[in-house]
């Protein structure tokens, strides 16, 4: 859901890639989450993050506190966030919808605010279990 909101909300000037410490595929219920507004994520993948993908990236957001206490050494350039969400795999409905619509706020808050604290930083990795 993140990696659809941060290229909804980003646009094609920021390089937004979703990755993970674990790979179980994408959530059902995150791509319906995300059809109800519009944003299609059914042809995304569930990726592992691996050193490639982090060489290349100027600013690292964790969403979820497994991902930050685990989340790979990070090269010394790279800029790193935790925006704390709950995880709403095995959930209710309601648990999907409810952190669709955080993350969403979260990358917005993110657009108008944050980018400042990390100059022309243009490659965003979205990290999450």
């Given at each position: 859901m993140?990696?659809?909101?941060?290229?909804?909300?980003l646009g094609?000037?920021w390089?937004?890639?979703?990755?993970?410490?674990e790979?179980?595929g994408?959530?059902?219920?995150?791509i319906?989450?995300m059809?109800e507004?519009?944003?299609?994520?059914?042809?995304h993948?569930?990726?592992l993050i691996d050193?490639h993908i982090l060489?290349?990236?100027?600013?690292v957001?964790?969403?979820?506190?497994?991902a930050?206490?685990?989340c790979?050494?990070?090269?010394?350039?790279?800029?790193?966030?935790?925006w704390?969400?709950?995880?709403?795999?095995g959930?209710?409905?309601s648990e999907?919808q409810?952190?669709?619509?955080?993350?969403?706020?979260?990358?917005?808050?993110?657009?108008?605010?944050g980018?400042?604290?990390?100059n022309?930083?243009?490659?965003?990795?979205?990290?999450?279990?």
């Amino acid at each position: 859901m993140a990696e659809g909101w941060g290229r909804e909300i980003l646009g094609e000037d920021w390089n937004v890639y979703s990755a993970g410490i674990e790979t179980h595929g994408v959530n059902p219920k995150a791509i319906e989450a995300m059809k109800e507004v519009d944003i299609d994520i059914s042809n995304h993948t569930s990726d592992l993050i691996d050193n490639h993908i982090l060489k290349q990236s100027d600013f690292v957001v964790t969403l979820c506190s497994d991902a930050d206490d685990n989340c790979p050494i990070l090269p010394p350039n790279v800029k790193k966030e935790h925006w704390g969400f709950e995880d709403p795999a095995g959930k209710e409905w309601s648990e999907f919808q409810r952190v669709r619509d955080e993350i969403k706020l979260a990358i917005e808050n993110f657009k108008m605010i944050g980018i400042a604290k990390i100059n022309e930083t243009k490659n965003l990795t979205l990290k999450f279990p």
